[in-house]
């Protein structure tokens, strides 16, 4: 196990982190607000979509698939227990833990593919477009993760690439969600996701929730959102492209590098 904190402090030093004795206040607050976004589907408003109830937990994966190798946000590869180890101890301090961001968009293992069967796609949630011909075509962009982080882990302000929208599950612990609408012109800045969630706590224009164990958060397409977990939590998202959002999704894939994806997508589109 020496070895493997050993990777964890090289990873923790590419990210140009320090260690920090960080504030738990805002946490505590986040974790006590209530606020939450609107029941249903829709295509123009983050919203609560009602989930198949889902069999994965940190347990399942405990006894399934301990040994297995996962990767982190920043690409390095762990077993699962070596990045518990590390979620559950020296990510306390780190001023960016590291998040478990393991792609199951194509699975050729015996225990990821039971992960992905354990997926509930929501019943509202319309076909992905993607998922007929263009099913397992190389370069087909990347559309579900299994995420694992410990608190004040979380997703830097973002758009979801090519057009989608994402639906996801939390199965444990609780995460705090700032969306934002499409319009918006976000700062570059350099902040852990913690500075950047306490210093942008009332930005007008945003929707704040918190979203608690059991629930699917939706993001529509186009809308800029941020994510830090405010406990230790287990994860599932995808990804899907909407037949809604068709323009933006071709001009997307047409802009992108060249792969068998785009040439077999520009053929359709003739
Ligand atoms: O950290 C999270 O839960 C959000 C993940 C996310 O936004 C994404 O995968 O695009
Ligand atoms: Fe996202």
Redesign the pocket.
């Known amino acids: 196990m020496e070895g493997a904190l050993d990777l964890f402090a090289m990873a923790s030093a590419l990210m140009d982190d320090e260690d920090v004795k960080p504030s738990y206040d805002k946490i505590k607050e986040w974790l006590e607000d209530d606020s939450t976004v609107e029941y249903g589907f829709s295509d123009s408003r983050p919203g609560v979509l009602t989930c198949n109830n889902c069999e994965l937990s940190l347990e399942w994966l405990l006894i399934n698939a301990s040994r297995e190798s996962f990767a982190l946000f920043n690409g390095a590869q762990f077993s699962l227990t070596e990045y518990l180890d590390y979620a559950y101890g020296r990510a306390l301090t780190d001023r960016n833990p590291l ?1 478990l ?1 393991e792609d199951l968009s194509i699975v050729d293992n015996v225990i990821k593919k039971k992960i992905v069967d354990l997926f509930p796609v929501p019943d509202c949630v319309p076909k992905d477009i993607f998922d007929d011909i263009l099913r397992d075509v190389q370069g087909r962009p990347r559309f579900r ?1 299994l ?1 694992i ?1 410990p608190e004040r ?3 830097h302000l ?1 758009i ?1 690439p090519f057009g989608t929208s ?1 639906w ?1 599950t ?1 199965l444990q612990g609780s ?1 705090r ?1 700032v969306f934002l609408p499409p319009q918006y012109i976000p700062q570059h800045d350099k902040k852990s996701i913690y500075e950047w969630f306490q210093e942008n706590d009332k930005i007008p224009e945003a929707l704040y929730a918190t979203q608690k164990a059991g629930e699917t958060f939706f ?1 529509p397409a186009g809308w800029w ?3 830090i ?1 405010l406990e230790f ?1 287990l ?1 599932i ?1 995808q ?1 899907w492209a909407s037949e809604i959002n068709l323009e933006k999704i071709k001009k997307e894939v047409e802009e992108s590098r060249p792969s068998e994806f785009k040439e077999q997508w520009l053929s359709l589109q003739r």
């Open positions: 998040y961001f993760w995420l982080g882990s979380g997703s973002h979801d994402a996801n939390l995460k969600w993001v959102h941020a994510v977990n939590t994860a998202t990804n």
